[in-house]
């Protein structure tokens, strides 16, 4: 059964500073890994898709590592703002019966000070 | 371009009503759809998940059940509500491989 961790659960940091929040799942045999952004009470937004044959994936000030082999994803935010305050979730997909699925992580809540 | 619509936004339901929640994908054919849930505090529960018309795979035992009467069209119901339901209630489309989610319905039973 194919498990989702991120760490930190939790982190504050002042504007400006690079950060990374951390995933990684058990199963190895991923079709493809997603990251999102929640804002409270609202609904996701993906930010990266990594495909299982990537390795990385960049937006604007994101940068999104897979490495499938030891079952590990890296977010990389630099230049923090407080816009970014907001909760990260991972998410990897499986295939299963001709269908997709998500598997999420238990996300990050990231706030950055002023 | 695709998008996903889902409502209400926001539902206060007793304990023991019926509950019907909608999703709606355009601009796209075939997709496959999920239902998600997010008590407070805690990460995405896969509901249920579909493949096609009257295709549904449930992944947890519960007290809701989900229908896929037209291609584009996603219905997650119960007959009675239970405290438990309470949550953050999201549905997702999927072309193949990667996933946009909707709003979110946040139900809170009483």
């Known amino acids: 059964k194919q498990e989702v961790t991120q760490i930190p659960a939790a982190l504050s940091v002042p504007e400006g500073e690079n950060l990374v929040l951390n995933c990684s799942f058990t199963d190895s045999a991923i079709y493809n890994l997603q990251w999102f952004r929640q804002d409270p009470g609202k609904g996701l937004t993906s930010l990266l898709l990594i495909q299982s044959s990537q390795r990385e994936q960049t937006s604007g000030r994101l940068n999104a590592s897979l490495d499938k082999s030891s079952g590990r994803s890296t977010l990389y935010i630099a230049a923090s703002q407080p816009g970014d305050s907001a909760t990260y979730l991972c998410?990897?997909?499986?295939?299963?019966?001709?269908?997709?699925?998500?598997?999420f992580g238990q996300g990050t809540e990231l706030s950055v000070k002023p | 371009s695709q998008t996903i619509h889902q409502w209400p936004a926001t539902l206060v339901q007793p304990v023991g009503s019926p509950l019907s929640l909608e999703c709606t994908v355009e601009g796209t054919s075939n997709p496959n759809l999920y239902w998600y849930r997010q008590a407070a505090g805690r990460g995405l529960q896969l509901l249920f998940y579909?493949?096609?018309?009257?295709?549904i795979s449930s992944e947890v035992p519960q007290n809701l059940s989900a229908s896929r009467p037209q291609d584009r069209q996603f219905i997650l119901s119960s007959k009675k509500l239970l405290l438990s339901d309470s949550g953050f209630y999201l549905c997702?489309?999927?072309?193949?491989?990667?996933?946009?989610f909707g709003q979110g319905t946040r139900l809170t039973v009483v």
């Open positions: 579909s493949v096609g018309i009257g295709q």
């Open positions: 998410a990897v997909i499986m295939i299963y019966n001709q269908g997709g699925k998500l598997i």
């Open positions: 997702a489309w999927s072309p193949s491989t990667e996933a946009f």
